[in-house]
């Protein structure tokens, strides 16, 4: 087991490692002078040579590329040519919002979308599977910020119950932060909702054929017992494997979200540095979207194995 | 031949079938599955329902554990009494009541049958959990006392496991502990030692009888093999398309049938003994293979693993029209070598020449002008065809890729039909549209449209019944009076062995422990293991085409006639 966990993280490395190279390679190898892109259009001859000393761009390739990843492994990535300060504290600001939202996003969509693949399955084409099946296409094709505003309109200006925008953390109270990220959770939740139980449907419709699962009945077990001890388990790899995916799409893309929304996340943070050419934030936008991908990646790897003992070579 | 001699004159009826039908769910008007069943058993009676592919026998089984497959089969008529219980019409929580604690069932595959997430003392101790109020301590102490009782090494050791860290046997021997630990009045056993080994099966059977005696169990035995029914029946009843045609104490079923179908079932059991051997041909050898060595891994990140050594120093060769047969146990290496031969994998040392060609160490590409030669005919037909490709496309695939003209290659396609006795429509069809056997039929036309010199078939009639068993080796015999082609036969069935073969090898733990005619291995083996096999072969003592008891141990044909 342990040694299984060993192989796995020590896997990451080679990936990491691949990602920082492109990026690093991403702006010494854009055409032009990167000091001229750093420095933007009006920079004077005067400011592009101290950029280029700054950045140390006189030295051969794989000197620059020491020292940058130096650099990276202290967890310095640079200063923001937008707002001067540093790419690490900004990112830090922003993230906490994002993970909030999808550590949220994620749970409610777990909670709710396995239990409706579960019974969609058992319930094998009667109404409750046309049912769930029906709104798995429907969250699927609204797009999302049509169901945002559907939901500021009914719960926070019809109904009043929660305010329309903004973010609090959970630091200033958890009331505070459920009221202002239930609805963007929610809108976020829907294609989640949709995707996750379509792969738990799925995957209980092909353990609920599987012998074990007839040797379970011939026993006389209870069916959720059944349903929930021998058969989601069997079922849990394809569905922990969409749910990580899912959680790592989460914290890259919910741009439209924070938008509709107005939450400070890294989405926003993102759109804006890119529109700026703010490569030190495009640059640490682009790792740290790898990192949390490989990350997720092997927490899911590890939890195949809680659930299904074969996998612990 | 002995038969099993209980007196069950006075024993109770444990389970009184009577006119059961059932039909498929909203098609009425569609053949039922089953057409007025009735059966009895009675306490301490062990009832073997046979039967081909297809004749009701699981149905009948699933019917009386109440476990139809909802929304495809549903019971339309009849009634099941056990002990005065009517399970057709029980409720849901009343039949979940019953099941384990009065009638239980074991499977064919105890691989898929146990789950492969839990572990194997919990899945025993669950029945306890759910019928019983014992302790947790108590249901613990009582789950390793049966796994004691079903002589399980280790138990403590086991208890742990998982499913696939255990052999078949042990498997199960976790299903029969499952199923008996509440002493259910009625075991189902639905082909419960089909998946395994011979001489695993005889330990199964001999625990089956052992516990039955113990406890009194009636035992419902659900098998298509006559040697598995001759060693353990009381009673047997014969199945054919829904409907039970004869019924029968064991001796006067199998001496004096009464009814076609069952006088056709017994004569399609092919003979134990061997063959005499065809005449030996005079042109040079197909195949030769000398020190064929594989060893499976040996890799590993951290440290090197030693590697499986899957088979040894194996050496033989056939001529052309004669066949030679690979006989063992399963991971005795028989497959290892065929895929060898075949170059699917590559062996780790020795010499393999096929056609006057060495191959074992060429490059794929050098290989390939050399895979007309030698085809392979694999075990189960509903894998082995590809469903999206219509016949015809199957057939003629492989000439087109070795240079026949597609016009060609479809006329001699239905020329191969009309060989392997299928209609020539057929090669517009998918194979989904036959039948195990049809297809079957389809993979050995596919495996001849090559013409090849060498034709490997591994267990290649293992998957189908006795009497398309019998009619596949007939083909297979035609093809190479016809051909002329060399044929490698694995099998783990002694019987079918016997009747296919001119030479047999025998294999252990990747070993070649005997080879020779096959006449003298298989009459007069020289070897223990090879001993333990022919002695394992269920009903070896019983002449099933002939309806008599064989005098003494099989011998050779001729000399016995």
């Given at each position: 087991?342990?040694?299984?966990?060993?192989?796995?993280?020590?896997?990451?490395?080679?990936?990491?490692?691949?990602?920082?190279?492109?990026?690093?390679?991403?702006?010494?190898?854009?055409?032009?002078?990167?000091?001229?892109?750093?420095?933007?259009?009006?920079?004077?001859?005067?400011?592009?040579?101290?950029?280029?000393?700054?950045?140390?761009?006189?030295?051969?390739?794989?000197?620059?590329?020491?020292?940058?990843?130096?650099?990276?492994?202290?967890?310095?990535?640079?200063?923001?040519?937008?707002?001067?300060?540093?790419?690490?504290?900004?990112?830090?600001?922003?993230?906490?919002?994002?993970?909030?939202?999808?550590?949220?996003?994620?749970?409610i969509?777990?909670?709710?979308?396995?239990?409706?693949?579960?019974?969609?399955?058992?319930?094998?084409?009667?109404?409750?599977?046309?049912?769930?099946?029906?709104?798995?296409?429907?969250?699927?094709?609204?797009?999302v910020?049509?169901?945002?505003?559907?939901?500021?309109?009914?719960?926070?200006?019809?109904?009043?119950?929660?305010?329309?925008?903004?973010?609090k953390?959970?630091?200033?109270?958890?009331?505070?932060?459920?009221?202002?990220?239930?609805?963007?959770?929610?809108?976020?939740?829907?294609?989640?909702?949709?995707?996750?139980?379509?792969?738990?449907r799925?995957?209980?419709?092909?353990?609920?054929?599987?012998d074990?699962?007839?040797?379970?009945?011939?026993?006389?077990?209870?069916?959720?017992?059944?349903?929930?001890r021998?058969?989601?388990?069997?079922?849990?790899?394809?569905?922990l494997?969409?749910?990580?995916?899912?959680?790592?799409?989460?914290?890259?893309?919910?741009?439209?979200?924070?938008?509709?929304?107005?939450i400070?996340?890294?989405?926003?943070?993102?759109?804006?540095?890119?529109?700026?050419?703010?490569?030190?934030?495009?640059?640490?936008?682009?790792?740290?979207?790898?990192?949390?991908?490989?990350?997720?990646?092997?927490?899911?790897?590890?939890?195949?194995?809680?659930?299904?003992?074969?996998?612990?070579? | 031949?002995?038969?099993?001699?209980?007196?069950?004159g006075?024993?109770?009826?444990?389970?009184?079938?009577?006119?059961?039908?059932?039909?498929?769910?909203?098609?009425?008007?569609?053949?039922?599955?089953?057409?007025?069943?009735?059966?009895?058993?009675?306490?301490?009676?062990?009832?073997?329902?046979?039967?081909?592919?297809?004749s009701?026998?699981?149905?009948?089984?699933?019917?009386?554990?109440?476990?139809?497959?909802?929304?495809?089969?549903?019971?339309?008529?009849?009634?099941?009494?056990?002990?005065?219980?009517?399970?057709?019409?029980?409720?849901?929580?009343?039949?979940?009541?019953?099941?384990?604690?009065?009638?239980?069932?074991?499977?064919?595959?105890?691989?898929?049958?146990?789950?492969?997430?839990?572990?194997v003392?919990?899945?025993?101790?669950?029945?306890?959990?759910?019928?019983?109020?014992?302790?947790?301590?108590?249901?613990?102490?009582?789950?390793?006392?049966?796994?004691?009782?079903?002589?399980l090494?280790?138990?403590?050791?086991?208890?742990?496991?998982?499913?696939?860290?255990?052999?078949?046997?042990?498997?199960?021997?976790?299903?029969?502990?499952?199923?008996?630990?509440?002493?259910?009045?009625?075991?189902?056993?639905?082909?419960?030692?089909?998946?395994?080994?011979?001489?695993?099966?005889?330990?199964?059977?001999?625990?089956i009888a052992?516990?039955?005696?113990?406890?009194?169990?009636?035992?419902?035995?659900?098998?298509?093999?006559?040697?598995?029914?001759a060693?353990?029946?009381?009673?047997?009843?014969?199945?054919?398309?829904?409907?039970?045609?004869?019924?029968?104490?064991?001796?006067?079923?199998l001496?004096?049938?009464?009814?076609?179908?069952?006088?056709?079932?017994?004569?399609a059991?092919?003979?134990?003994?061997?063959?005499?051997?065809?005449?030996?041909?005079?042109?040079?050898?197909?195949i030769?293979?000398?020190?064929?060595?594989?060893?499976?891994?040996?890799?590993?990140?951290?440290?090197?693993?030693?590697?499986?050594?899957?088979?040894?120093?194996?050496?033989?060769?056939?001529?052309?029209?004669?066949?030679?047969?690979?006989?063992?146990?399963?991971?005795?290496?028989?497959?290892?070598?065929?895929?060898?031969?075949?170059?699917?994998?590559?062996?780790?040392?020795?010499?393999?020449?096929?056609?006057?060609?060495?191959?074992?160490?060429?490059?794929?590409?050098?290989?390939?002008?050399?895979?007309?030669?030698?085809?392979?005919?694999?075990?189960?037909?509903?894998?082995?065809?590809?469903?999206?490709w219509?016949?015809?496309?199957?057939?003629?695939?492989?000439?087109?890729?070795?240079?026949?003209?597609?016009?060609?290659?479809?006329?001699?396609?239905?020329?191969?039909?009309?060989?392997?006795?299928?209609?020539?429509?057929?090669?517009?069809?998918?194979?989904?549209?036959?039948?195990?056997?049809?297809?079957?039929?389809?993979?050995?036309?596919?495996a001849?449209?090559?013409?090849?010199?060498?034709?490997?078939?591994?267990?290649?009639?293992?998957?189908?019944?006795?009497?398309?068993?019998?009619?596949?080796?007939?083909?297979?015999?035609?093809?190479?009076?016809?051909?002329?082609?060399?044929?490698?036969?694995?099998?783990?069935?002694?019987?079918?062995?016997?009747?296919?073969?001119?030479?047999?090898?025998?294999?252990?733990?990747?070993?070649?422990?005997?080879?020779g005619?096959?006449?003298?291995?298989?009459?007069?083996?020289?070897?223990?293991?090879?001993?333990?096999?022919?002695?394992?072969?269920?009903?070896?003592?019983?002449?099933?085409?002939?309806?008599?008891?064989?005098?003494?141990?099989?011998?050779?044909?001729?000399?016995?006639?």
């Open positions: 087991m342990f040694v299984y966990i060993l192989k796995r993280v020590l896997a990451t490395i080679p990936v990491m490692l691949i990602v920082a190279i492109f990026v690093f390679l991403l702006l010494r190898l854009t055409p032009g002078d990167p000091a001229a892109i750093l420095a933007g259009d009006a920079a004077t001859p005067a400011q592009l040579e101290r950029i280029r000393d700054r950045l140390g761009l006189n030295d051969p390739l794989l000197t620059q590329f020491f020292t940058w990843m130096g650099q990276l492994l202290r967890g310095d990535l640079g200063v923001s040519l937008l707002s001067n300060t540093s790419v690490a504290g900004m990112l830090a600001d922003r993230l906490g919002p994002t993970i909030n939202i999808a550590l949220m996003t994620i749970t969509s777990v909670a709710l979308a396995v239990p409706m693949g579960v019974i969609a399955a058992w319930r094998h084409r009667t109404w409750v599977d046309f049912l769930v099946m029906s709104f798995s296409v429907l969250g699927f094709s609204v797009p910020f049509v169901i945002g505003y559907i939901l500021i309109q009914i719960f926070a200006i019809e109904l009043r119950w929660v305010p329309v925008q903004g973010y953390s959970p630091g200033d109270g958890f009331g505070a932060f459920f009221s202002r990220a239930i609805l963007p959770s929610l809108t976020l939740a829907t294609i989640y909702i949709a995707l996750i139980a379509r792969m738990t799925a995957s209980m419709l092909e353990v609920l054929g599987e074990y699962i007839r040797t379970a009945r011939a026993k006389g077990v209870r069916e959720n017992v059944v349903l929930f021998h058969a989601l388990r069997n079922a849990a790899v394809p569905i494997t969409i749910i990580g995916t899912g959680f790592a799409l989460l914290i890259s893309g919910v741009v439209v979200t924070e938008s509709v929304f107005n400070p996340g890294i989405g926003r943070l993102t759109v804006d540095a890119i529109l700026a050419r703010d490569y030190p934030v495009i640059q640490a936008m682009i790792l740290l979207t790898a990192g949390i991908y490989v990350f997720v990646n092997l927490l899911v790897d590890v939890s195949y194995s809680f659930f299904d003992p074969r996998i612990r070579y | 031949m002995e038969f099993t001699s209980k007196d069950l006075n024993a109770r009826t444990v389970l009184k079938i009577r006119g059961l039908k059932v039909g498929l769910v909203g098609r009425p008007g569609a053949a039922p599955v089953l057409d007025g069943i009735d059966l009895d058993i009675r306490a301490g009676e062990t009832h073997c329902l046979v039967g081909e592919s297809g009701g026998k699981s149905v009948t089984s699933l019917c009386a554990m109440g476990l139809l497959p909802r929304g495809a089969l549903e019971t339309t008529g009849g009634s099941i009494d056990l002990e005065g219980i009517e399970i057709t019409t029980a409720r849901p929580a009343r039949m979940r009541e019953l099941r384990a604690r009065r009638i239980a069932m074991i499977f064919q595959e105890p691989m898929t049958a146990l789950n492969p997430v839990l572990r003392g919990e899945q025993i101790e669950e029945v306890l959990n759910m019928h019983t109020d014992l302790s947790q301590s108590e249901a613990r102490s009582r789950t390793i006392d049966m796994m004691e009782q079903v002589h090494p280790d138990v403590q050791r086991i208890y742990s496991a998982f499913p696939h860290q255990l052999s078949g046997g042990q498997r199960q021997r976790i299903m029969i502990a499952m199923a008996l630990i509440l002493d259910p009045d009625l075991l189902i056993a639905d082909e419960p030692t089909t998946a395994l080994d011979v001489t695993t099966q005889l330990q199964i059977l001999k625990l052992e516990m039955q005696h113990r406890h009194g169990t009636a035992v419902l035995f659900i098998t298509h093999d006559m040697g598995v029914v060693e353990i029946a009381d009673t047997v009843s014969v199945m054919q398309s829904g409907r039970i045609v004869e019924r029968a104490p064991i001796r006067d079923l001496t004096n049938p009464q009814e076609t179908y069952t006088r056709k079932l017994l004569q059991v092919p003979n134990l003994a061997p063959r005499a051997a065809r005449g030996a041909a005079a042109a040079p050898d197909v030769t293979v000398k020190a064929l060595d594989m060893t499976y891994g040996g890799g590993g990140f951290f440290r090197k693993a030693a590697g499986v050594k899957a088979a040894q120093d194996v050496s033989f060769a056939i001529a052309p029209g004669r066949t030679l047969g690979i006989v063992g146990e399963s991971g005795s290496g028989k497959s290892t070598v065929a895929r060898c031969i075949l170059r699917l994998i590559d062996p780790t040392a020795g010499q393999v020449t096929v056609a006057g060609t060495e191959i074992a160490h060429l490059s794929r590409r050098q290989l390939q002008p050399h895979r007309k030669h030698f085809q392979i005919v694999f075990q189960d037909p509903y894998r082995s065809l590809n469903p999206r219509t016949v015809a496309r199957s057939l003629c695939e492989g000439p087109v890729n070795f240079g026949t003209p597609r016009e060609a290659a479809m006329s001699h396609a239905a020329e191969l039909m009309a060989l392997v006795d299928l209609p020539r429509d057929a090669l517009d069809r998918y194979p989904h549209q036959f039948s195990g056997g049809q297809r079957q039929r389809i993979a050995i036309a596919r001849v449209a090559m013409k090849p010199d060498l034709l490997v078939a591994d267990e290649a009639v293992s998957a189908l019944d006795v009497s398309v068993q019998a009619q596949v080796l007939d083909l297979l015999d035609d093809i190479q009076e016809k051909f002329g082609v060399a044929m490698l036969f694995i099998t783990h069935d002694l019987r079918v062995a016997a009747q296919i073969c001119d030479e047999v090898l025998v294999m252990q733990k990747g070993r070649v422990v005997e080879q005619p096959a006449a003298a291995v298989l009459s007069d083996p020289a070897h223990t293991y090879t001993r333990t096999l022919i002695e394992a072969a269920p009903g070896r003592l019983w002449d099933f085409a002939n309806f008599r008891a064989l005098d003494h141990a099989p011998a050779r044909q001729g000399a016995t006639a």
